[in-house]
């Protein structure tokens, strides 16, 4: 079964910065929009960023400015790089293509940001 691997969240203060990464299977990554989401419990995961496989992005209002995604085509691999983090960006995030599919998700990588 093909999934997508996360890592880089952890703890971090407000203000801090942390960059995700994940690493994704060939047939996955190729000719995909990819995408980074996050969950908070009890609430839907909802999409953070997204990027076309030439590299255009789109992002979330309550991250854009602070967050940029990229995209490695000779690696598969995503990456998030988070920049002044606030309390409210604390979630589980998870990669994924965009629109997600279902059986690519991973076990995501926790990020927490204290005050």
């Known amino acids: 079964q093909a999934q997508l691997v996360e890592s880089g969240g952890g703890l971090v203060q407000a203000g801090g910065s942390l960059t995700l990464a994940c690493a994704a299977p060939a047939k996955i990554y190729r000719g995909n929009v990819m995408a980074w989401y996050r969950q908070v419990p009890g609430k839907q995961r909802d999409v953070v960023a997204r990027?076309?496989?030439?590299?255009?992005?789109i992002y979330a209002d309550s991250v854009r400015g602070r967050f940029i995604i990229s995209r490695d085509n000779a690696k598969y691999m995503v990456n998030l790089q988070m920049n002044n983090l606030k309390p409210e960006d604390t979630a589980v995030y998870y990669c994924?293509?965009?629109?997600?599919?279902?059986?690519?998700w991973g076990q995501g990588t926790p990020v927490t940001v204290s005050e």
């Open positions: 990027i076309s496989h030439v590299g255009s992005s």
């Open positions: 994924n293509t965009y629109p997600p599919a279902r059986p690519f």
